[in-house]
């Protein structure tokens, strides 16, 4: 019937006093995995009040020694890896070796956030007055970087450690306190690695973690008059979210098209492996998953053969198996990607394999000759389903990437280095990858998606940013 697992407030586990919890359904065997506590909106407030009470002590502890904390998380995250990553292949269907490369990715992560941090953290400006015009030299300005207060961070079921992490780590080295809203699937992956940081000794009430329904805590965290900024990773919800906030600052990732343009003078073999590795690692449930090929005519009938090759030697099946293609997410997610299957049979598209699918594995599927009238051109299916869609100019490619409402990451696949740049250059997305598949990651880059993909910077250095505000002290002299 599942384990059923406490929330985080106060330094301490409970149970929630709705009495309710919430299922975890295992994509693989579609059968509760685990429960955890549906928290009331009490006690959201309550969460609120320790996390601004602890914030004010946590900002005036020692920089050095905030990081000296952070590095202690790390490394018993590093240690705990196996028992988290179990929960990943239970919880999200993540092939078991996938799962433990997050857990110590994450690791990694806050590691490299805590020396960042020191860093940029430790120094500040001086400026002078006269370099303005009609100034004398009497004013000193000095600037330093300060917290923001409470940070909500509400990361996605495909990454629930690595992307928490991104956000707890940048939130918590610049001085603020956290409250972390794990997604439903992910919440134990979630609850496990804030046992970690439990286990590092940080301050009670600092970071706390809420589990429950959207429906019932949602909106109320979302805007809550206790949060002071919030980092969103996933869908649609996020759009929602934007309107509905403050006046706070928002760090949003929600998704993206990313378009794989293949020009006549590309390394095929390169290709066919980037749109492997980009098109149907996790399944294609990456927001940087490579999600529509744009092939030149000319070697697309060579390009579609070796990605075909290729796709028939992926493994499908279980992730404690350690097999490429896993379960997608849910019943609804395997329901909307074969609705986009469907849609593209019904309009012409080549099926390159046959469709199968059984409960919520989805046989990795390319679509060959897709147009612009079919869904699966410009929506997401955050499955193992890849259209290709075969273009007669660079200006095409360009064009359909710019036409979609995404602007997450892209990539362009030349010889030539001069039109690369300038294909980069014209494509409206917010990294361009040239010769390789899109990726968020090494994890200090900075990564941000244009138009819906997002709103501001993430990477290492930008959240430390995005996390703080400028201080200002000026001197007057006489
Ligand atoms: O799903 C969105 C993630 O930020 C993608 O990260 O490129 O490391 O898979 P990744």
Redesign the pocket.
């Known amino acids: 019937d599942g384990d059923v697992y406490k929330y985080y407030a106060d330094g301490e586990w409970k149970k929630s006093s709705s009495g309710k919890t919430v299922a975890i359904i295992n994509p693989t065997t579609r059968k509760t995995q685990y429960k955890v506590q549906a928290c009331t909106q009490e006690e959201v407030n309550k969460v609120m009040e320790l996390a601004k009470t602890a914030q004010k002590s946590w900002a005036k502890t020692p920089l050095w020694k905030r990081a000296e904390l952070l590095h202690k998380a790390a490394a018993i995250l590093k240690e705990h890896k196996a028992p988290i990553a179990e929960c990943l292949v239970k919880e999200i269907a993540k092939p078991a070796k996938d799962a433990i490369t997050e857990v110590v990715?994450s690791g990694d992560l806050i590691s490299y956030t805590a020396e960042e941090g020191v860093r940029i953290l430790g120094e500040g400006k001086f400026l002078v007055s006269d370099s303005f015009p009609g100034n004398q030299r009497t004013k000193y300005c000095l600037t330093s970087k300060i917290p923001l207060g409470v940070i909500l961070a509400i990361p996605?079921f495909?990454?629930p450690v690595?992307?928490a992490v991104s956000k707890i780590a940048p939130a918590l080295i610049a001085g603020n306190s956290l409250v972390l809203k794990p997604p439903t699937q992910g919440a134990v992956s979630a609850l496990h690695m804030v046992h970690c940081f439990h286990l590092a000794g940080f301050p009670k009430g600092l970071i706390s973690c809420v589990t429950g329904k959207g429906s019932e805590i949602g909106d109320f965290l979302t805007m809550h008059p206790g949060v002071n900024c919030i980092s969103f990773?996933g869908g649609d919800t996020g759009i929602a979210i934007s309107k509905k906030a403050g006046m706070i600052p928002l760090q949003m990732?929600l998704?993206g098209k990313d378009a794989c343009i293949v020009l006549e003078d590309a390394d095929l073999d390169l290709v066919a492996a980037n749109i492997i590795k980009g098109g149907f690692?996790?399944s294609g449930?990456?927001?940087?998953?490579v999600k529509v090929v744009l092939v030149m005519e000319s070697v697309a009938d060579v390009l579609v053969e070796k990605v075909k090759a290729k796709v028939a030697k992926l493994t499908v099946g279980a992730p404690e198996d350690d097999c490429d293609i896993t379960p997608v997410v849910s019943e609804s997610s395997a329901n909307f990607i074969e609705g986009l299957v469907k849609d593209a049979k019904e309009k012409g598209a080549t099926f390159c394999q046959e469709y199968k699918r059984d409960g919520n594995l989805i046989w990795p599927l390319l679509l060959d000759n897709v147009r612009p009238d079919m869904r699966i051109a410009w929506e997401e299916p955050f499955g193992p389903v890849l259209p290709v869609i075969r273009i007669n100019s660079i200006e095409e490619g360009i064009h359909h990437c710019n036409a979609s409402n995404f602007g997450l990451q892209g990539c362009v696949f030349t010889k030539d280095v001069n039109k690369a740049i300038l294909i980069s250059d014209a494509m409206e997305t917010g990294t361009v990858q040239i010769n390789s598949a899109?990726?968020?990651?090494p994890?200090h880059f900075p990564?941000q998606g244009l138009k819906d993909s997002g709103i501001g910077s993430?990477g290492v250095t930008n959240s430390i940013n995005m996390m703080t505000k400028i201080k200002s002290t000026v001197i007057n002299l006489p």
């Open positions: 990715r996605p495909n990454y690595n992307l990773t990732e998704g690692s996790y449930q990456r927001c940087t998953a899109p990726a968020r990651g994890d990564f993430q």
